[in-house]
């Protein structure tokens, strides 16, 4: 090939970059699909819309590696065909994407689809898109049936009135489809498509589909039509709710299959939100409870990861009656998944109690999760202490909780550790100086020389806001003292950490006990000699950077 010189060097990349579209090896043919913008680009919109786009059309046959690409690159390429105006043209590539075998493919040319039909203008929607869902839907091979299942929402409100029609009667013959991994992906975009469709049409027509589905005889299809509990809650309003979804409900509640009930629970509080107080208490919240005590530990999971969500519905008398025997089972529950879901959430039951009731029914709860040997389980407990802290009062948390608190500061998982540390402050601010320094201060000076570098970090910020929030003089007599006399430990990541304290604490000292006792400590440290001297070149550098 003769040398290109001149202008037509800088388009040399460009056509090596094309060439490579047709290379026999694979990772070159990635290589360049990858940077289809930048041939776009070079292309011009025009060149673009007649050369690029219509060989990329009849490239689907290659690896789906290639494929996954092209078709997240096409999704992003209106602008380079040159807007929305000429947008159907990138249509007929991703149509073809959309029928491969390879599910992950499909469902990336679905999503390249939506986004492109999302900006084509109403007339290229009747006359370009809603005929591609139409061949899709109609399509012999399933693969395209599926894709098609999710392209209907962003069609259907930019759609003429009589092609609505026809779109809705399509959407039904896919929710009837002999094949069940089409009925799975019409019940799994039912919801969305619902929230597009008109209101009166809903109950109407879709409701009937949506029954179907959750009666399926396959019970992957009707877990994923319990998806759409939720969106079909806002669409149908409360009375179409209680008359047309609530039934569905309670009896997907105790389905045959797990996964059922798992999703199930997952909806239950949309689902609430949707019904209102009134019929959640009187009808939801039995399926509530028969979801916390079921024996699949999956199911239970998702159900303790609801209750302060769930109970938000509920009275306080309905909760300590029904919920919190179920809270204090599963307090014990044989799964620790169970008991770090409930963990999450048991706190925020506080502030829908009251201060007695979560005395009487929750504490017992919390200092039993606080002492659970799943170090997850204490952990999401120990991050949401100040839910009960505004119910209860600190001077009662602190005397309950302070034996527990004193176990976890030594946990062997630094991360308890740190979540204990981190909840200090709040609690010295609550508790006083003096309880402080009688009960906590001692512990923080250990997490000084603690063996994890990020417990020792936390605890000079903890000493921080401490100081700044008893004051210079406190600081002075209870908190420098102790610090200082850290300077002689043999380690010398202890005696940085020191100077870390210090530094931190200088802001909050007087003038007089910054230069009079902490400076010489810095200038001693300056000092620290060589490793065979028992020194540090680390820490001198640290002190003098000081």
Not at 25 to 33: G, K
Not at 80 to 100: C, K, W
Request: proline share 6%; hydrophobic share 45%; aromatic share 6%.
């Amino acid at each position: 090939m003769a040398a290109i010189t001149g202008p037509d060097e800088k388009l040399l990349p460009i056509a090596i970059l094309i060439d490579e579209l047709k290379n026999d090896e694979a990772v070159r043919r990635l290589n360049s699909i990858q940077r289809l913008s930048t041939i776009a680009l070079a292309l011009g919109e025009e060149r673009t819309r007649t050369e690029l786009i219509p060989f990329l059309t009849e490239s689907n046959d290659d690896e789906d590696e290639v494929l996954l690409a092209m078709a997240e690159e096409l999704g992003k390429f209106v602008p380079y065909v040159g807007g929305p105006a000429f947008a159907h043209h990138l249509l007929p590539p991703l149509e073809n994407l959309s029928q491969v075998e390879e599910t992950v493919v499909r469902d990336k040319a679905v999503e390249s689809l939506c986004k492109v039909g999302e900006k084509l203008p109403d007339q290229s929607v009747a006359e370009y898109l809603v005929p591609l869902i139409k061949r899709l839907a109609q399509g012999e091979w399933f693969t395209s049936r599926v894709s098609s299942c999710g392209l209907f929402t962003v069609a259907y409100q930019r759609a003429p009135p009589a092609t609505r029609t026809e779109l809705r009667q399509l959407y039904g013959q896919l929710c009837h489809d002999e094949t069940p991994m089409v009925r799975r992906a019409a019940a799994q975009r039912l919801g969305t498509f619902a929230g597009a469709v008109e209101r009166e049409l809903v109950a109407k027509e879709l409701l009937p589909l949506f029954t179907d589905l959750t009666g399926d005889e396959q019970d992957s299809v009707r877990l994923l039509a319990v998806e759409s509990c939720g969106s079909f809650a806002q669409a149908l309003g409360t009375e179409g709710c209680r008359a047309s979804l609530l039934p569905v409900v309670q009896k997907f509640a105790a389905d045959k299959s797990w996964r059922v009930r798992y999703n199930v629970a997952q909806q239950l509080v949309a689902l609430c939100e949707a019904l209102g107080p009134e019929t959640t208490r009187s009808d939801l919240t039995p399926a509530f409870v028969k979801l916390l005590r079921d024996p699949e530990a999956e199911v239970r999971i998702a159900a303790a990861g609801k209750v302060a969500a769930f109970c938000k519905m509920l009275t306080a008398p309905i909760i300590v009656s029904q919920v919190a025997p179920c809270v204090k089972e599963l307090a014990n529950d044989s799964s620790q998944f169970v008991r770090a879901a409930l963990a999450g959430v048991v706190m925020e039951l506080a502030p829908q109690l009251g201060r007695q009731p979560t005395i009487d029914h929750l504490l017992p709860v919390f200092l039993a999760l606080l002492k659970d040997p799943f170090p997850d389980v204490r952990l999401n407990v120990i991050s949401k202490l100040d839910q009960v802290n505004t119910v209860i009062g600190i001077e009662l948390l602190a005397q309950s909780l302070l034996p527990a608190i004193e176990e976890l500061a030594e946990d062997k998982h630094w991360r308890v550790r740190l979540a204990i540390l981190e909840h200090i402050p709040l609690l010295a601010a609550q508790l006083g100086a003096e309880f402080f320094q009688e009960k906590l201060g001692p512990q923080c000076m250990k997490w000084l020389e603690d063996q994890v570098a990020s417990i020792r970090e936390a605890a000079t910020s903890t000493l921080q806001k401490i100081a700044q929030e008893f004051g210079p003089e406190w600081a002075k007599e209870h908190l420098v003292p102790p610090v200082l006399a850290m300077v002689k430990n043999p380690h010398y990541l202890y005696r940085m950490t020191v100077l870390g304290a210090v530094a931190a604490l200088s802001s909050y000292v007087s003038p007089d006990v910054l230069r009079g006792t902490m400076l010489p400590v810095v200038i001693q440290c300056a000092k620290d000699k060589g490793v065979r001297e028992g020194g540090s070149p680390r820490v001198a550098v640290t002190a003098v950077c000081m």
